[in-house]
C-alpha cells in the first residue's frame, strides 16, 4: 500500500469515529430527557425484541459482559421497568421481562431517538441508506475475514 491508501483509511476510520460520537451524543440527549442512560434503552429494546431473555443473552446481544449488564439490569429492575422471573423450563435460571413501564419507556425512548435521527437524515433517500448500509456490511465483511490479500502473504 502506498500513503494516499493508508491515508484514504486514516480519513475512513476517522469519519467512523466522528460518526460513532455524534450518533452517541444523539441517543444520549435523548435518554437524558427520559432519565434513563443509552445502556439502559438498548437493553429495554433488546428486551422488547427478545422477551424472556437471560442476563447472558442481553449481555453477548450487546457485546458487553454480564457484570456490566448485571448492573444496568439491577437499576432497571429498581425503576420498575424490568422483572426477574424464572425460567418455565429451568427454575434455577432467571430470565427478564419488560413491565408495562419498561414497554412505556422504551417505546417512548425509541420514538424520540428515531424521529430526531430521521430529522436530521431526512436528505438520505431510502436508495441511499440502502446503499450505505451495503457499503458497511460489505466492509464489515472484509474485516472479519481471517484470510490475508494475496499481495500479503
Given amino acids: 500500500m502506498d500513503q494516499d491508501e493508508y491515508e484514504s483509511i486514516r480519513q475512513m476510520l ?4 466522528k460518526i460513532d460520537q455524534r450518533l452517541y451524543q444523539i441517543m444520549k440527549e ?14 429495554l429494546t433488546g428486551l422488547s425484541k427478545n422477551p424472556n431473555s437471560t ?4 449481555a453477548e446481544g450487546m457485546y458487553s459482559s454480564n457484570s456490566t449488564m448485571s448492573g444496568i439490569v439491577d437499576r432497571l429492575v429498581k425503576a420498575n421497568y424490568v422483572i426477574r422471573e424464572h425460567a418455565q423450563s429451568d427454575r434455577r435460571s432467571l430470565t427478564l421481562r419488560l413491565t408495562q413501564e419498561g414497554g412505556r419507556k422504551q417505546k417512548e425512548a425509541y420514538r424520540q431517538i428515531m424521529h430526531r435521527l430521521s430529522t436530521q437524515l ?5 436508495e441511499d441508506l440502502d446503499h450505505l448500509l451495503n457499503a458497511h456490511d460489505d466492509l464489515l465483511k472484509q474485516l472479519q475475514s481471517e484470510e490475508l490479500p494475496e499481495h500479503e502473504r
Fill in 122 to 126: 431526512n436528505d438520505y433517500t431510502s
Fill in 14 to 17: 476517522d469519519s467512523f469515529r
Fill in 30 to 43: 435523548e435518554a437524558d430527557k427520559l432519565d434513563v442512560t443509552i445502556m439502559q434503552t438498548l437493553v
Fill in 55 to 58: 442476563l447472558g443473552d442481553i
